[in-house]
């Protein structure tokens, strides 16, 4: 794993590090910021570094999306090392519609590609089409969407599923979710 570090035109993509908890408060206590994302804002610093502890620190493919400019978090992109493959990101909204996320994501991408990763899996609230506009940019494909009470949050949500294969088997299609909610269907107008 070591302290993989990528490059691309605007971005570097590191590892989260002890000092960036003021980034990742920044990053995770924004509450327009953290509305579809899987978990309540932090509410400060002291839940910032256990957020930082629990959630990002020494993950393989868990990057802080920084300015190159600055080399400070505005943002993370996840993949995670079990079978889903989840993909996930954020940033914060004063980056928001400048193409970053999409960047940052392409890169993770290809780094998940190169070592071997077969897919990735990726969801996202029906109530937030950005999120699936960048998985449809980075070439995934939407799957089937399931209907799943959301913890911690607890309030139904519409999740759609988008699959990125990356070994050649196009028609793979990751079951978990569709397995897992009784509630599940493919929608035609995506």
Same mark, same amino acid.
């Given at each position: 794993?070591? #302290?993989?570090?990528?490059?691309?035109?605007? &971005? @570097?993509? $590191?590892?989260?590090?002890?000092?960036?908890?003021?980034?990742?408060?920044? @990053?995770?206590?924004?509450?327009?910021?953290?509305?579809?994302?899987?978990?309540?804002?932090?509410?400060?610093?002291?839940?910032?570094? $256990?957020?930082?502890?629990?959630? &990002?620190? %020494?993950?393989?493919?868990?990057?802080?999306?920084? &300015?190159?400019?600055? #080399?400070?978090?505005? %943002?993370?992109?996840?993949?995670?090392?079990?079978?889903?493959?989840?993909?996930?990101? %954020?940033?914060?909204?004063?980056?928001?519609?400048?193409? @970053?996320?999409?960047?940052?994501?392409?890169?993770?991408? $290809?780094? &998940?590609?190169?070592?071997?990763?077969?897919?990735?899996?990726?969801?996202?609230?029906?109530?937030?089409?950005?999120?699936?506009?960048?998985?449809?940019?980075?070439?995934?494909?939407?799957?089937?969407?399931?209907?799943?009470?959301?913890?911690?949050?607890?309030?139904?949500?519409?999740?759609?599923?988008?699959?990125? #294969?990356?070994?050649?088997? #196009?028609? $793979?299609?990751?079951?978990?979710?569709?397995?897992?909610?009784?509630?599940?269907?493919?929608?035609?107008?995506?």
């Amino acid at each position: 794993m070591g #302290n993989v570090k990528i490059e691309t035109d605007r &971005l @570097i993509l $590191r590892k989260f590090e002890e000092n960036d908890t003021e980034a990742v408060y920044r @990053i995770f206590s924004d509450k327009e910021v953290n509305t579809f994302l899987p978990w309540y804002p932090v509410k400060d610093r002291e839940e910032a570094e $256990r957020f930082f502890k629990e959630r &990002l620190k %020494g993950k393989k493919y868990c990057f802080a999306v920084c &300015l190159k400019r600055e #080399n400070e978090p505005i %943002g993370y992109v996840n993949a995670e090392d079990d079978d889903s493959h989840d993909f996930g990101y %954020g940033l914060q909204k004063e980056y928001w519609h400048q193409g @970053i996320v999409s960047e940052a994501c392409e890169a993770v991408v $290809r780094l &998940l590609k190169e070592d071997g990763v077969p897919y990735i899996t990726a969801t996202h609230d029906r109530n937030n089409p950005r999120s699936g506009a960048v998985m449809k940019r980075l070439g995934m494909k939407y799957c089937y969407s399931y209907k799943e009470q959301w913890q911690p949050k607890n309030f139904p949500v519409i999740f759609r599923m988008y699959q990125l #294969n990356f070994d050649g088997q #196009n028609d $793979r299609v990751y079951q978990k979710y569709w397995n897992m909610y009784e509630e599940h269907f493919i929608e035609t107008d995506v």
